[in-house]
């Protein structure tokens, strides 16, 4: 059997020019494609995860009826016993509570409906980050001020400039109609254009003031990874999903976000598609020039009673081998340069503003080498190299001592 | 012995056509031979006489038109790719004028080849390959290439590898042709030495007059047809 490598290997190893062209094909086409992945995987994990921080969190908790039909009455009387079992479920990185309502915002100059969010200030420096995100003015820090803070958007569709007075008008927990003067100390960019353009940021205690409720609407909780919220939700919603609590991953809240991804996913399997028809064909072009160079070479064996599955073999363990160094060099070379890229990241400030468009994305990239994608775009070229040598292999055993022997 | 004990090879009314262009060329007409264990023969004719097909229809590299061909005593006319190489690697050694080794593999390696499709252990084969080398003359060169050989000493390589398994038929299609005659007298004495010493049936296809010398009959073709026995 050794002997039979030996004939393979040599066999690659005799026209090295030819073998180092294919193999150069197989690495810079696998480095391309894993590159590729690496960047579109890291847009995905940033996207999610500032969309995560900005929206909602990895994992919301509700009382049970409330993100249906956002009924203030279904609101959480007990957000420590929350808090303290989601500390328990394990993976949990930070946690804030938060009123949630729609409502009417209202200037001298203008009325705009709005979503508005009351929070905890300080913890929501954590996670949501709007303290970071203002243009203008200052970020809240007095509970209960009676302070606001505007997306940019909306601030000048309210033609509201800084310490102007903003109304928020709801319909509260009570029925009631809830109206609060509030002065506005911050203009942000979060750079998603929903929230630029209608969201309004208060204390969560003016919040709770203006709905007439002592509780909070949601829970949000922060893990240490994207990949803690499966096994998240399933563990705290046995814990307390039947004690009037609606447990729900990022996913369930932004359905087009997740849809976002899988369609930006398919995209990239078209693209992996295309590429390894590419790859395909290179191959298969050399192993057809090398069949073809070497056709008296099988007459011979074939003559000598070498059986024609063991030609197949052959030619079969060749491309083995080239695909194997192929891929193995292809993934050094695509992980070492996703590792390279992300260390100060792909910088795409000059198309921020389309970026603002899809979402809460920094303009800088980071690449993420996602050991999913990469096994699977190295399985995929290597079983391409092996795929495409059928062919070739089975024309070689095809062939007729005879008339191989006096091939010229 | 009986008359089919003796019998190494034998051809029946042998015909093969081959379609060039689409027009049938008659390579071999009606050939009736009979070849004893043991024997050193030679086929001799002009060029295109069809000693060449009758040699690779002997040797189960091809299939006749019409016919029979019996190999110590089976009929190989009608049997499988993979039958047919079973036969080639099990019975027959094969010298080809352009001597034909496998050029990534080095001497001993290409005499190995057929001991390791015969499934034999790495060093049985290692040991006869370096015993048979040493034999044909090629001690201290069995780390070499093809392309490091001189033709007459590719040739030796040829016929190691062709009877390093002990076959019972040796089939040469012109083996001399490609060497000098001291190197071609070499050849045939090594043959020669392993058809007396072993009783191995050599088939020899040749113009060379020095190989009609050394064989115990020659057999003349002419259009396909055998014209006669000396």
């Excluded at chain 1, 509700?62 to 609101?75: H, K, Q, S, T, V």
């Excluded at chain 2, 007396?196 to 020095?210: F, L, N, W």
Aim: charged share 20%; hydrophobic share 45%; with cysteine.
């Amino acid at each position: 059997m050794l002997l039979f490598i030996k004939v393979a290997w040599r066999n690659i190893t005799r026209n090295l020019r030819r073998t180092l062209i294919t193999l150069a094909a197989i690495t810079f086409g696998l480095a391309s494609i894993i590159i590729l992945f690496g960047f579109t995987d890291g847009f995905h994990a940033q996207w999610v995860e500032n969309s995560v921080k900005l929206y909602a969190g990895h994992v919301v908790v509700y009382a049970d009826g409330f993100y249906e039909n956002r009924n203030l009455n279904r609101n959480i009387k007990n957000a420590e016993y929350v808090e303290e079992m989601a500390g328990k479920a394990g993976g949990l990185n930070a946690f804030t509570t938060r009123v949630h309502m729609h409502g009417l915002a209202s200037t001298a100059e203008n009325s705009v409906a709005v979503l508005i969010r009351g929070i905890e200030t300080e913890k929501e420096k954590q996670i949501s980050g709007f303290d970071r995100r203002i243009v203008t003015g200052e970020y809240l820090d007095n509970e209960g001020g009676k302070e606001i803070l505007l997306g940019h958007g909306l601030a000048s569709r309210l033609h509201a400039n800084i310490g102007n007075k903003v109304v928020l008008m709801v319909q509260a927990a009570d029925g009631s109609i809830g109206a609060e003067l509030f002065r506005l100390k911050g203009i942000f960019r979060a750079g998603a254009i929903d929230l630029d353009k209608h969201l309004a940021v208060i204390s969560i205690k003016d919040a709770q003031d203006l709905a007439v409720i002592k509780g909070v609407t949601e829970v949000a909780l922060i893990l240490d990874g994207p990949e803690y919220v499966r096994p998240f939700t399933e563990t705290l919603n046995q814990e307390i999903g039947s004690q009037g609590f609606d447990v729900l991953p990022w996913d369930t809240l932004m359905p087009q976000a997740r849809e976002m991804i899988d369609l930006s996913s398919i995209f990239m399997y078209v693209v992996l598609a295309i590429f390894l028809v590419v790859v395909a064909l290179g191959i298969l072009n050399t192993m057809l020039m090398s069949i073809m160079e070497r056709t008296r070479e099988f007459g011979v064996m074939m003559a000598l009673g070498t059986r024609p599955a063991r030609i197949v073999s052959l030619v079969m363990l060749e491309s083995l081998l080239l695909g194997l160094i192929g891929t193995v060099l292809g993934v050094i070379v695509g992980v070492s340069a996703n590792r390279l890229v992300s260390i100060d990241g792909f910088d795409l400030s000059d198309w921020s503003a389309a970026m603002e468009l899809v979402s809460s994305l920094n303009p800088v990239i980071y690449p993420y080498t996602d050991s999913y994608s990469v096994s699977l775009c190295a399985a995929a070229v290597f079983l391409t190299t092996l795929v495409v040598a059928i062919y070739p292999a089975l024309k070689a055993a095809r062939l007729r001592p005879v008339e191989a022997m006096h091939f010229v | 012995m009986s008359e089919a004990a003796m019998e190494s090879v034998r051809t029946v009314a042998l015909s093969k056509v081959y379609n060039k262009s689409r027009i049938p060329v008659e390579a071999l007409r009606g050939v009736d031979l009979e070849v004893d264990k043991g024997e050193f023969l030679a086929i001799v004719g002009p060029s295109g006489s069809g000693k060449t097909t009758l040699l690779n229809l002997i040797g189960a590299l091809d299939r006749p038109t019409g016919g029979e061909i019996f190999v110590g005593g089976s009929n190989i006319s009608r049997l499988s790719s993979g039958r047919q190489a079973e036969i080639r690697l099990r019975q027959i050694g094969f010298v080809f004028q352009e001597f034909n080794l496998i050029p990534v593999l080095t001497a001993i390696e290409n005499v190995e080849y057929v001991m390791l499709l015969q499934g034999l252990n790495r060093n049985i084969r290692q040991a006869r390959s370096r015993a048979i080398l040493r034999e044909v003359g090629l001690e201290g060169m069995e780390d070499r290439r093809p392309a490091e050989l001189s033709g007459g000493q590719q040739q030796r390589v040829a016929v190691a590898r062709a009877i390093v398994t002990e076959p019972d038929i040796v089939l040469a299609d012109e083996p001399t042709a490609n060497l000098d005659s001291e190197t071609g007298a070499s050849l045939l004495d090594l043959m020669k030495k392993l058809n007396r010493d072993k009783q191995v049936t050599i088939i020899v296809s040749t113009h060379d007059p020095m190989v009609m010398e050394r064989v115990n009959r020659v057999v003349r073709m002419r259009d396909g047809c055998l014209d006669g026995a000396r």
